[in-house]
């Protein structure tokens, strides 16, 4: 697996004025994830950014024992790997490398009909998830290779589902490898991990210094590019910086058509009191991972846990959550 590597960058502010955070914004912030319920023996990260500028960053329990949990600490974010590939699929798209309304077939042995690199990014094919199959179930723990899991994806039938699946995500990394020329991983380096700056990156599982162990964990070449990536609270906040503020050329994320309720740089979206958003949840074994960016005042949220909870999304965006916090304060 490829380690990222490169010096973390600070997410950037846009180049319009920047209203000063009002002073007790943090510590609103930092007395409701002080509140937030967590299990004996687990941690949550968190990472606020509005504006462009970090207004909150920290951690809650421990990360591993005697390690106290804070915003770079490594947490597995499973499905937040998907917006990660959707973005490598449009940087590649614009450097002529392939089109996103390319047919999987291009560059995969694909019977017809076959799907277009945006449908699957946008979940509209409605592929029988490949995680439910007895190969995935058994085998999960041990290393394999992406012709593997490639081979679990069943045929299309041609009929439009607008369905989540994990398969969709895997053709995608596939087609963007095979595009590049270059594992997976290495595409994902090369166009994300280091121009955001997200230097704790990476395709590898949390070393047992920084993380607790857990049972029987899911090996990421098994979960791929659906949800392979370890990476931090801070990390992913660089990265939803980076959508922000259109670090990687293809356009603001307000930009995108939205119709389909997933975008082309694959987050779903969604618009609260004219307040619009961007969200993608994760959950991978132990992990539980949420993250929302909002384009009118360029904020993003990221939590990441390593225990699953329901309570995640309640926690950034019910009635008392984060972002209702966030815009109480304005």
Known sequence: MAIACGKA??????????????????????????????????????SVSQYGQVVLEGGRGQIAPGRTADADSLYRIASLTKPITASAVLVSERAGRLNRNDKISRFLTFAEPAPT????????????????????????????????????????????????????????????????????????????????????SSFALPPASESFQFSSPTHPSWVYSAGGVTSTAADMNRFNQALLNNLFGFGAPESFDRSAGVTSFGMGSGTVNGDLRFTHTGLLDSYGSFSVMFPGDRSSIVMLCNFPSASLLNFVLGPNGVRSIMLAAK
Request: aromatic share 6%; net charge neutral; with cysteine.
């Open 117 to 200: 690199i945006d449908e699957l990014i946008k979940h509209i094919p409605g592929l029988p998830d490949y995680l439910a199959t007895p190969a995935y179930q058994s085998g999960r723990t041990s290393p394999t290779t992406v012709e593997t899991i490639v081979s679990l994806v069943q045929p299309w039938d041609g009929v439009r589902r607008n369905q989540y699946s994990n398969s969709h995500a895997i053709l995608s990394g596939a087609a963007l490898q095979k595009a590049n020329g270059l594992r997976y991983e290495d595409v994902v380096q090369r166009d994300i991990f280091g121009p955001a700056g997200m230097s704790r």
């Open 9 to 46: 960058a600070t997410p950037t502010a846009p180049s319009a004025v920047v209203p000063p955070a009002p002073v007790d914004l943090k510590s609103s912030l930092s007395t409701a994830f002080d509140a937030f319920s967590i299990p004996a023996n687990s941690a949550c990260s968190l």
